[in-house]
């Protein structure tokens, strides 16, 4: 049975800081790893998806990487700015195939000018 | 090219009653998926419908039922309301193929009072 970690629960850091967004997953059998953004009581907006053949998905200032034999993904954010605020939420599909997704809890994120 | 749209944004119901939300796919999509996301919590996987057919289930009571249309629109129906589906209620739409991306609408906040 898939389960998603994620580390921090909630992280503060002041504007211009780089950050880095912990996953685990427990079954590294998987066909991708998705990572979402999500502002309050708003639905989810993907951010990036890394195919298991993959190590790593970049799009403008945010980086994922994915290890699976680790069972860890990682979401990379660089010169964070007040309008990153928000929670930010990994989900990887159950071993049966590419959906359902199992999601994390997500980690809150405040950038503070 | 229109993503995903979600009806109602906000109902509120009381205990015992009955609710129907409903979700138009991104436009080629044929495959909808059905979330539920309490509050601080990751979403959790309802059922998913490809081709008019539920073709996987969470583990949600037969209190959870759904339809999904020849246009491939859907609809999730909730009997005998509870206290506990106060909840965000996230559609997801996708295509059948192993692979690819998620894509969400905004979301139906229901609260049950």
């Known amino acids: 049975k898939q389960e998603v970690t994620q580390i921090p629960a909630a992280l503060s850091v002041p504007e211009g800081e780089n950050l880095v967004l912990n996953c685990s997953f427990t079954?590294?059998?998987?066909?991708?790893l998705q990572w979402f953004r999500q502002d309050p009581g708003k639905g989810l907006t993907s951010l990036l998806l890394?195919?298991?053949?993959?190590r790593e998905q970049t799009s403008g200032r945010l980086n994922a990487s994915l290890d699976k034999s680790s069972g860890r993904s990682t979401l990379y954010i660089a010169a964070s700015q007040p309008g990153d605020s928000a929670t930010y939420l990994c989900?990887?599909?159950?071993?049966?195939?590419?959906?359902?997704?199992?999601f994390g809890k997500g980690t809150r994120l405040s950038v503070i000018a | 090219d229109a993503g995903v749209t979600q009806s109602p944004t906000h109902l509120i119901k009381t205990r015992g009653q009955q609710v129907t939300l409903r979700c138009s796919p991104k436009?080629?999509?044929?495959?909808v998926s059905w979330y539920q996301q309490a509050l601080g919590q990751g979403p959790q996987f309802i059922f998913q419908y490809y081709e008019e057919e539920e073709r996987q289930r969470g583990n949600f009571p037969d209190r959870f039922s759904g339809h999904q249309f020849p246009n491939y629109s859907s609809e999730l129906n909730v009997n005998a309301l509870l206290l506990g589906d106060s909840a965000l209620y996230l559609c997801a739409s996708s295509l059948p193929r192993g692979n690819e991306k998620l894509f969400f609408g905004s979301g139906t906040q229901l609260s049950v009072l």
């Open positions: 989900a990887a599909p159950t071993s049966s195939g590419n959906t359902p997704l199992v």
């Open positions: 079954d590294s059998a998987i066909y991708n």
């Open positions: 436009s080629g999509h044929d495959t």
């Open positions: 890394i195919q298991s053949s993959q």
